[in-house]
């Protein structure tokens, strides 16, 4: 993240140089606006979506009296922030078909994972009660049914597939008649994905869609994808029709700006985003975490899934009973400090947290702080890691030797341990009982 | 159809914009001044070139303009040839007869690598080289099947696992079967993986560790397959790649139709890794050495 300046950052800049003026002028508004400019287009927000905005929010700037605030930066990242989540909207339901039967199409460019957003929806909505059939009517892409095949049974729903069949809307009859002999109440399709939005495609995806007559017709698009999306997006919604999209590939470190452009020109809504591999990474949009995310200014909620992702519940439920039975050991605190490396780098994590990202800079975090812990306690008998009590000078010398560590090291473990054994006594986890947000708490024991 | 007109047909939609916009701006006088000039900068961002090579590019141009006062269309699209050309480097991927050549694809999701592995398989087996590929992707569903289907086509051999398997094995089984048969060619197709994933860039560094060790000898060029709709995160992909397996060459995909194929500017200015392929189309004979001149040429208007 370090390669793209934030927009705080970058208007940080400019406001230092203001510092010591007397009053900042419509020329400074100007050079902020730039810089706004700038962020957004880095984010790959859509050229003219940038011009309109950056209008609307000097306007804005020049109406909340940004000139008079003592921070005047602040003020203007607020404003642009609000602006985002303004234009990208609220969380939007996927339609339900009041006939009992739901058909929706997915479709887009190649390799923007269609399929994939298909299994996934598929398993989105088995877990809502529904009863879906998945239907591949790709007859280009070599083995794409047979790879939307195997993920619906990954994900145990329903599905239809013809590899020998060469048209789409034959498969797409068939798949039809399929899911409503397997008293399916809704019908998902993975179409093909082609280079480009060519005549070709839409004539196919018009057959298709008079054949299945789709409730929504869900255009699937790439996080990462540049300024070409709202020409793309515009192409399907004139040709065939668009009811909303789903953005795949979050879970890496684009910023997605494309979202914003298509959400603007088309004004259709982001239903849901894809945010990792496993079939259950599919999740609601949501336009506040996303409007950061284009910013550059952290992503606190994803900071949070991420630590839910690596904690393993039945380890956090092992912790948890432990420290009702007061037996938090050593052995524990290991456990978890390898479940926090689990998360991935400090540095990535700490990056996420907002205001602080930028203020790393390229600072080294020391990663080995946590090595070095896990070392002295593997340097511990078993005796001593359950019973921390009998940890004197003679054995913490031991411990130091044996872990290439100093006793001063040993001592702050030691610390470390009974602080965290304190903290938890704190929050109630010790002993207690009572409280009941503990079940999702990421870091188990962990005082965070 | 000529190499060039392949270039040209893929980046028609590029150029004809590059082309409106300088229209555009030198109508009237065909002069310059500086609120043009950040138009200009503004229509190489819209063309995903990425900040940084347009606003360096459109610098150059200032420069030249204060030090010859020529602020003349010609010029202007002089020294933006010049600029972007110097942030691109391109080398063409030679085979040796006799010896092998191990082609490792790497790159995020749903950019291409099985299809471009299935072009390269084709190319060099019509120039009669012995070429095999390894199916190292046994992550995602029915991959391994979609890159035997192309071996068949192509007729080559395919060397897989199940899925789920290994793929550092997978790359040790095909390396051995390689050196057994005299292979000259051997191109491994990684899954798609986005460049955040500590554990999974941790897996490429240890197939390229397999590589080097079980194939010393083998000449080894890491190819980073970028699709030309990606945005500013191709930068950040380029770096990230390039950290945990030593990249040799990227190549821009799916160039044709609706990208418009800045990011090759960026990435190569950003990485200073040459580009050595581009796809042109979706036919086999469209994926093409990167030519610089050519690829300018299809996307800047003519002076």
């Known amino acids: 993240m370090a390669l793209f300046e934030n927009l705080s950052s970058r208007l940080g800049r400019i406001v230092d140089a203001m510092r010591g003026k007397s009053r900042v002028t419509e020329k400074d508004i100007k050079s902020m606006m730039r810089e706004i400019r700038l962020a957004l287009l880095e984010a790959d927000v859509n050229y003219r979506v940038v011009k309109d905005l950056t209008d609307e929010i000097s306007e804005k700037a020049k109406g909340a009296d940004v000139l008079e605030s003592l921070t005047p930066g602040q003020q203007v990242v607020k404003i642009v922030h609000e602006s985002l989540i303004d234009i990208l909207g609220t969380e939007e339901k996927l339609a339900v078909s009041p006939s009992g039967f739901t058909v929706f199409m997915l479709y887009g460019l190649q390799g923007t994972g269609k399929t994939t957003a298909a299994a996934k929806l598929g398993l989105y909505l088995k877990e809502r009660g529904k009863r879906p059939m998945l239907v591949s009517v790709d007859v280009h892409r070599p083995a794409a049914q047979e790879q939307l095949r195997v993920l619906a049974e990954q994900a145990g729903v329903e599905c239809y597939i013809n590899p020998e069949e060469k048209s789409a809307a034959v498969i797409a009859r068939q798949g039809l008649k399929r899911a409503k002999y397997m008293m399916c109440d809704t019908m998902i399709v993975d179409t093909a994905g082609r280079m480009t939005v060519d005549e070709e495609l839409m004539r196919e995806l018009k057959e298709v869609d008079a054949v299945v007559n789709p409730d929504e017709r869900l255009l699937i698009v790439d996080a990462m994808i540049g300024q070409e999306a709202v020409a793309i997006a515009e192409a399907f919604d004139q040709q065939i029709g668009l009811d909303g999209f789903i953005m795949t590939k979050l879970d890496g470190d684009a910023r997605g700006g494309a979202a914003l452009s298509i959400r603007r020109m088309t004004g259709k809504p982001i239903k849901m985003v894809g945010t990792g591999e496993k079939l259950r990474d599919l999740e609601v949009f949501h336009p506040d975490r996303l409007a950061s995310r284009i910013l550059g200014m952290g992503d606190v909620l994803t900071l949070i899934e991420k630590a839910s992702d690596a904690f393993d519940e039945k380890q956090a439920q092992k912790t948890v009973e432990r420290l009702k039975a007061n037996t938090f050991t050593m052995q524990d605190m290991l456990e978890q400090l390898e479940q926090l490396q689990g998360m991935g780098s400090m540095k990535e994590m700490i990056s996420m947290i907002p205001g602080v990202g930028r203020r790393m800079g390229d600072i080294e975090v020391d990663e080995r702080g946590l090595i070095r812990t896990r070392a002295i306690i593997q340097s511990m008998t078993v005796h001593e890691r359950e019973n921390p009590k009998v940890l004197n000078a003679s054995r913490r010398r031991r411990i130091a030797s044996g872990s290439g560590m100093t006793v001063q090291d040993v001592n702050r473990v030691v610390r470390q341990y009974d602080d965290m054994l304190k903290l938890m006594k704190q929050f109630g986890v010790l002993g207690g009982g009572k409280r009941k947000r503990r079940k999702r708490s990421p870091f188990g024991g962990f005082g965070f | ?303």
């Open chain 2, 1 to 303: 159809m000529s190499i060039f007109e392949k270039f040209k047909r893929g980046l028609t939609k590029t150029r004809d914009f590059m082309a409106a916009q300088f229209n555009r701006l030198a109508a009237g006088f065909g002069r310059f001044d500086d609120d043009m000039l950040d138009e200009l900068e503004m229509t190489l961002i819209q063309a995903d070139c990425g900040i940084t090579a347009s606003t360096e590019s459109i610098e150059a141009i200032r420069e030249h303009i204060r030090n010859t006062g020529d602020d003349s269309e010609p010029a202007v699209l002089g020294v933006l040839h010049e600029t972007l050309s110097s942030m691109l480097t391109e080398r063409k991927l030679t085979l040796e007869r006799g010896t092998l050549t191990i082609y490792l694809m790497v790159g995020v999701n749903g950019t291409g690598k099985t299809t471009t592995s299935a072009k390269l398989a084709q190319r060099a087996k019509r120039e009669q080289y012995r070429v095999m590929m390894a199916a190292a992707d046994t992550f995602r569903a029915a991959a391994i099947d979609q890159l035997k289907v192309w071996g068949e086509r192509t007729q080559t051999a395919v060397i897989a696992h199940e899925m789920g398997s290994d793929p550092a094995a997978v790359v040790f089984d095909a390396i051995q079967s390689a050196k057994a048969r005299g292979t000259e060619l051997l191109i491994v197709d990684t899954a798609g993986r986005l460049h955040t994933k500590k554990n999974l860039m941790e897996e490429l560094a240890k197939i390229r560790r397999v590589i080097d060790r079980e194939a010393p000898d083998a000449k080894i060029e890491t190819l980073l397959v970028i699709d030309a709709t990606t945005g500013q995160n191709g930068i950040i992909q380029a770096r990230a790649f390039n950290e945990s397996v030593p990249l040799t060459g990227i190549v821009i995909t799916k160039l044709d139709g609706n990208a418009k194929g800045g990011v090759a500017i960026a990435v190569a200015r950003e990485t200073k890794l040459p580009i050595v392929l581009a796809g042109l189309g979706e036919g086999a004979d469209d994926l093409q050495d990167f030519d610089r001149d050519l690829f300018l040429k299809a996307i800047l208007p003519e002076a």
